[in-house]
Nanobody
Framework: QVLLVESGGGLVQAGGSLRLSCAASGRTFSTSTMGWFRQAPGKEREFVAAISRRGGSTYYTDSVKGRFTISRDNAKNTVYLQMNSLKPEDTALYYC??????????????????WGQGTQVTVSS
């Protein structure tokens, strides 16, 4: 069984930075794509970023390119999301997600089988 636990959210002023972490249990982390998604109140859950199992490929939604960086440490079973130049529109509940082993990275939430409980990010203007 896979358990994902996010941390690092909080309240930050516009222009500030936060680093989210997601610690995973289980034995399949290093063979799985990891993703970050977010959901703002009244909106659909949206893709933010994904990273391939060895970290060699990363993908971002257009609105965060150049500001957010996804990375992973397979020795620690942890994936990160470094968020810089935060904007009020980045305010959302941020979730990490893990795919089944050897699933290529993608933006479709249906490609991810395990989800964390989320960590709240609030950006004030």
């Amino acid at each position: 069984q896979v358990l994902l636990v996010e941390s690092g959210g909080g309240l930050v002023q516009a222009g500030g930075s936060l680093r989210l972490s997601c610690a995973a249990s289980g034995r399949t982390f290093s063979t799985s794509t990891m993703g970050w998604f977010r959901q703002a109140p009244g909106k659909e859950r949206e893709f933010v970023a994904a990273i391939s199992r060895r970290g060699g490929s990363t993908y971002y939604t257009d609105s965060v390119k150049g500001r957010f960086t996804i990375s992973r440490d397979n020795a620690k079973n942890t994936v990160y999301l470094q968020m810089n130049s935060l904007k009020p529109e980045d305010t959302a509940l941020y979730y990490c997600a893990q795919s089944l082993p050897y699933t290529p990275p993608g933006a479709n939430p249906d490609e991810y089988n395990y989800w964390g409980q989320g960590t709240q990010v609030t950006v004030s203007s």
